[in-house]
């Protein structure tokens, strides 16, 4: 085969790969990888080789209906505490880094700490704050949440604060623009999508650190603390059953934070210039 045909087999292969998939595929390929796992799970259970502490999903799903109206319970005290954590951790990392992109100083002085933060175990800082602020008081989960989704907003904010470039910053000043206009009608657009991307990750990051933070102390409520009471006392569906309630958390707060990213890069996607 000659250069030239093997360049255009070429392209024509990347072309293939790049193609997005339809509609159809995209709900299909999770729902059939979801089927499969829920079928090799049935399986495991019927061979006669599974643990103790797993049940076949046809219990966990009939205790899951039974007490569905507990579930629902906990989990919305656990959503709650993770909601409240990614807002607070959200606007405090935004603040931050945009201090931090305008002042060098202030950059210097909040590497150390955003570092440290990234490699506190979340296991050994929640019983500090469980006992700092009570056994009866949601704050230190929601201390914990907040400082697990801090670090992903900032950083990728920080990151979409110094994409403008000194050309556009010069045209911007060219124009007699104030501060004001060059932040809302450069910076901020050019920054939006990392921050939202750092929101998406961190919502997750949320949901994990207030699940785990149940484990160690505070109020006796929430989905993580039941999954630790019901698998001590041997009840493995009804534990597995707010295990589901916890991913339901999970998918809820990356759907809404994937949906609203998409809709943002759609909206700055239509008022870039067509040229």
């Known amino acids: 085969?000659?250069?030239?045909?093997?360049?255009?087999?070429?392209?024509?292969?990347?072309?293939?790969?790049?193609?997005?998939?339809?509609?159809w595929a995209r709900v299909a390929a999770p729902v059939v990888v979801g089927v499969a796992g829920l079928v090799a799970w049935w399986a495991f259970v019927a061979s006669g080789s599974a643990p103790r502490m797993l049940p076949d999903p046809f219990a966990v799903a009939g205790e899951l209906v039974t007490r569905f109206a507990l579930v629902a319970e906990a989990a919305t005290i656990t959503g709650g505490n993770a909601l409240v954590g990614l807002i607070a951790g959200t606007l405090v990392a935004v603040l931050i880094a945009a201090l931090a992109a305008t002042w060098r100083p202030v950059d210097g002085m909040t590497a150390p700490l955003v570092a440290a933060l990234a490699v506190v175990p979340i296991v050994a800082l929640t019983p500090i704050l469980n006992t700092m602020f009570g056994a009866s008081s949601q704050f230190g989960r929601q201390a914990?949440?907040?400082?697990?989704?801090?670090?992903?907003?900032?950083?990728?904010?920080?990151?979409?604060?110094?994409?403008?470039?000194?050309?556009?910053?010069d045209l911007f000043r060219a124009t007699a623009a104030t501060g004001g206009q060059t932040f809302l009608r450069l910076t901020l657009p050019t920054a939006l999508p990392y921050l939202l991307t750092g929101v998406r990750v961190a919502a997750s990051l949320a949901v994990i650190s207030a699940l785990v933070a149940e484990y160690f102390g505070g109020p006796a409520d929430g989905i993580g603390t039941a999954i630790a009471?019901?698998?001590?006392?041997?009840?493995?569906?009804?534990?597995?059953?707010?295990?589901?309630?916890?991913?339901?958390?999970?998918?809820?707060?990356?759907?809404?934070?994937?949906?609203?990213?998409?809709?943002?890069?759609?909206?700055?996607?239509?008022?870039?210039?067509?040229g």
């Open 1 to 23: 085969m000659s250069a030239a045909p093997a360049r255009a087999a070429a392209r024509s292969s990347t072309a293939r790969a790049d193609r997005p998939l339809p509609a």
């Open 229 to 274: 009471t019901y698998a001590k006392s041997g009840r493995a569906a009804l534990a597995w059953a707010f295990v589901g309630g916890g991913i339901a958390i999970g998918l809820v707060f990356y759907l809404v934070t994937a949906l609203l990213e998409r809709v943002v890069a759609r909206r700055l996607g239509a008022l870039r210039p067509r």
């Open 144 to 169: 914990v949440a907040a400082i697990a989704a801090f670090v992903p907003v900032f950083v990728n904010t920080l990151r979409g604060l110094r994409q403008t470039r000194p050309v556009q910053r």
